[in-house]
């Protein structure tokens, strides 16, 4: 009986060190694999903090107005000619501008650019009374 006791025991012990074995392999694994994958979306478009500054153009020929901002939080301002506001943006913020014509006249102009580190994302314009651009950054 106590032979068996003492094969038991061994055998529950050699398990105990294959399961740890295998145990730390595997976190070794996913540690190694974390380090690269952090390494890579640092080395990547965007800082290294995860914002990006974004710069928010709007044009228009005669009087507009323009909205811009990120998701459900909007803000709005009356422009002439021209307008810009540079935020400072996580990664993965939605940001929208949209610019309208306000002098009803026919031959009105609006346009508008969002600019990501310096790299141009998205151009929109639009003529005509009332008209409207519209320009999104999905990131």
Known sequence: ?????????????????????????????????????????????????????????????????VSYGAGGSMSTADMTTTWTETVTAKTTDFYSVTVQDKSGASDAKVSCTLTRDGKKTKENSATGAYSIATCSDTP
């Open 1 to 65: 009986m106590g032979i068996i006791v003492v094969v038991v025991l061994l055998l529950f012990a050699g398990c105990v060190t294959l399961i740890g074995g295998a145990a730390k392999t595997v976190n070794d694994s996913i540690q190694s694999s974390a380090a690269t994958s952090s390494a890579d979306s640092n080395s990547s478009a965007g800082s290294a903090d995860g914002k990006d500054q974004l710069k928010l153009d709007a044009t228009a020929s005669e009087s507009a107005s």
